[in-house]
C-alpha cells in the first residue's frame, strides 16, 4: 500500500481519523492525503457582485481550514509521516472520489459520525457514499 486518503472535516471525530490514518501510513509506509472538501461556494455569490460580508466569511472559514490542515500536516511530519494536506472546494462526495481516482488512492479513513436511517434518507450520508462508490477499501472510524 502507498497511497493513504484520510478525510478530514474538523468535528469531533477528526484526530481519531488523523491518528488511525497516521498509524497506517507508518506501518505501510504509505503517503498520507489529509483531504478537507470545503462547501462550495453559495449560487447567489460566485463571481457576481454580492454581499461582502458573506464573502469574507467564507473567505475566513477557508483560511481557518486551510491553517488547521498546515498544523496536522506538520506535527504529522514531525513524527516521520509523509503527508500533503490538500483543501479542495465542491459538491463532498464528488470531490472525493475524484481526490480518491487522482491520487490513485489504496485506502480511505474516514470518520462516521453514526447518524440514524432516517438522518440518511433525508440529507445523506457522505460515508455510505464513499463506502458504495469508492473503487478502493475504505477504514470508517467510529464516533465512539
Do not use: W
Request: net charge negative.
Amino acid at each position: 500500500m502507498k497511497t493513504i486518503l484520510a478525510l478530514v472535516d474538523f468535528s469531533d471525530i477528526t484526530e481519531r481519523v488523523v491518528s488511525a490514518a497516521a498509524d497506517e501510513a507508518k506501518a505501510f509506509a504509505a503517503t498520507l492525503y489529509l483531504v478537507h472538501v470545503a462547501a462550495p461556494d453559495p449560487e447567489f455569490i460566485g463571481y457576481e457582485v454580492g454581499p461582502q460580508t458573506v464573502r469574507k466569511s467564507i473567505a475566513d472559514q477557508f483560511s481557518k481550514e486551510h491553517r488547521a490542515l498546515q498544523t496536522m500536516e506538520a506535527e504529522l511530519k514531525g513524527e516521520g509521516v509523509v503527508v500533503h494536506a490538500l483543501l479542495v472546494q465542491g459538491p463532498t462526495l464528488e470531490k472525493i472520489l475524484q481526490e480518491i481516482k487522482r491520487l490513485s488512492v489504496e485506502l480511505v479513513i474516514m470518520g462516521s459520525h453514526g447518524h440514524s436511517s432516517l438522518h440518511n434518507l433525508l440529507v445523506g450520508s457522505v460515508t455510505e457514499g464513499v463506502l458504495r462508490r469508492s473503487p478502493c477499501p475504505v477504514l470508517a472510524v467510529p464516533r465512539r
